[in-house]
Structure formats: C-alpha cells, structure tokens
C-alpha cells in the first residue's frame, strides 16, 4: 500500500470490533478496504468483512496528528478505547466483575476470530492475530483462565509473559512451581505448544510457549 486510508476509511477501521477487527461499512467502503488490502471478506455467510494483519496495524498506528498516544505492545485497539491483557508486571488494577467482563469479553472475540479466519473454522488452535500479537495473546489466555498477573513489585506472586528472541515464542515466569505448571497447561489446551526450561544463571524455571500451527 503506496497511500494512507481516506479519512472515511480510517474511520472505519478504527470503529472494528475489539480483538475480532470484524467491519461495519457500507458495501462499498468494505469493497475498497479489500482492494487495498486491509480487510478480507470471509466466505462462508455471512460473508463478514474482517480486518487483514495490515488492517489491524493501520488501527493500531497512532493517527498522523500532534501529540499522538503511543500504542504499546499489550494493546488490543477498539475504535472507542483499549483493551490491554495484563501481561504481568503493571501496577495493581481493578480485578472486580467490570474486568472479569471485560477479559471474558475479549477471549470471547478472540474465539471468534479463530473461527472465522483459521482455514477451517478451528477454535482450538491460534489464528494469525495472535501470531502477530504473542505477548498479548498468551497473557489473555491467561487471564480469560483465571490466572493472576504479577503486580508491579518484581518480587510477586503471578504470571509474566514476555517476548523473546526467538521467532513465535513467549516467555511465561512464575515463581511459584504449580502455578507455573498451571500456565502451561491453560496455554497448551487452547493450542499453544509449551515446554519447561530452566534459566542458565539464575537456576529459575519458566515455560516457553509458541501458537501451534495444526
């Protein structure tokens, strides 16, 4: 893509669906997203039009504007807000029934997303949002699970999810070995594959986990 979208389009590219990138346009807004590549009209009915990986980064760049807000890496954008999957790390919040909402609501779509853009229609195994999102995706899987994040004190009890030098790979830390355990196990029943490894300097144990591909 040689041009940025129209102000129509960006519009309504920032008004997808959280998690899901599903559209709302008319038929010939949808149209000309897809020529452009940055959406995709699925082909089963309802024939509804998603966001394409490019679609979602265009969503997620900050707007040519002064000041803009950075997007981060936990960010899951919406048109009217942000949902950010707690990765581990971050300063105590709410965890009362507006977030078990919210998180619920979130994993929710992302089933969905799996459903309407794996090959086949499969639930039980990543789609290419989160291949291009890992930090966020395992830390919603998480969360949507039930599992507690660490707060901001690095020597808390709870999940971190990182990124890692190696390609389609996250790093879970746990210091608590059945919780570590628990991790991996969530992770693996929603398609993730995982495996344990011990840190070389420090002895500390922690799961690496990659989007299983079939």
């Excluded at 940025?4 to 000309?32: H, M, S």
């Excluded at 011990?198 to 990659?210: D, F, M, N």
Aim: glycine share 10%.
């Amino acid at each position: 893509m040689t041009r940025p979208p129209t102000a129509a389009q960006r519009r309504v590219i920032d008004a997808a669906e959280p998690v899901t990138g599903r559209l709302k346009g008319t038929e010939t807004q949808l149209a000309a997203l897809v020529k452009r590549g940055l959406a995709f009209r699925h082909p089963r009915p309802p024939h509804a039009h998603f966001l394409t990986p490019a679609g979602h980064r265009i969503r997620e760049a900050p707007e040519p504007e002064p000041g803009p807000e950075p997007v981060t890496e936990t960010s899951v954008s919406a048109g009217s807000g942000v949902f950010a999957a707690r990765i581990g790390g971050e300063e105590a919040a709410d965890g009362g029934p507006s977030r078990m909402r919210e998180v619920h609501s979130a994993w929710q779509g992302l089933l969905e997303m799996r459903r309407m853009t794996n090959p086949d229609g499969a639930t039980d195994r990543p789609c290419g949002w989160e291949r291009t999102h890992l930090v966020q995706a395992a830390a919603l899987a998480l969360e949507a699970a039930g599992h507690r994040p660490a707060d901001a004190d690095a020597a808390s009890a709870g999940y971190r999810v990182r990124a890692t030098p190696q390609p389609e790979a996250v790093a879970v830390r746990e210091p608590d070995p059945g919780a570590l355990r628990a991790c991996a196990a969530t992770l693996e029943k929603v398609g993730w594959q995982v495996g344990e490894h011990t840190e070389p300097r420090t002895g500390a144990r922690y799961v690496l986990a990659s989007p299983r591909r079939v």
